[in-house]
């Protein structure tokens, strides 16, 4: 589906399809990102809320160091 949205932007050939594959790997990979993410523990995530740290803070130190080995190897 995408490669028709592409061709009809680009017109015929291996761009548009070169396209179409890349749009479609990134929405799994996000996907896979997004389910590798929930999935961590969240006993250090309700620590760190409650000595004051924001969304922000608590996923850059506690969930992305948590989650960087699955993120790595799918997008490996």
């Known amino acids: 589906m ?3 949205i ?3 932007a680009v017109g015929l050939g291996p761009f548009a ?3 179409g594959i890349a749009l479609h790997r990134a929405g799994s990979i996000a996907g896979l ?3 590798a993410i929930e999935t961590t523990d969240m006993g250090p995530v309700e620590a760190a809320r409650m000595s004051g740290a924001g969304r922000l803070k608590v996923f ?3 969930q992305l160091p948590d989650a ?3 993120l790595s190897s799918i997008l490996l």
Do not use: C, K, R, S
Request: aromatic share 16%; charged share 5%.
């Open 2 to 4: 995408f490669a028709l």
């Open 6 to 8: 592409f061709v009809a």
């Open 17 to 19: 399809g070169v396209l």
């Open 33 to 35: 990102w997004a389910e």
């Open 60 to 62: 850059v130190q506690v």
């Open 68 to 70: 960087l080995p699955q």
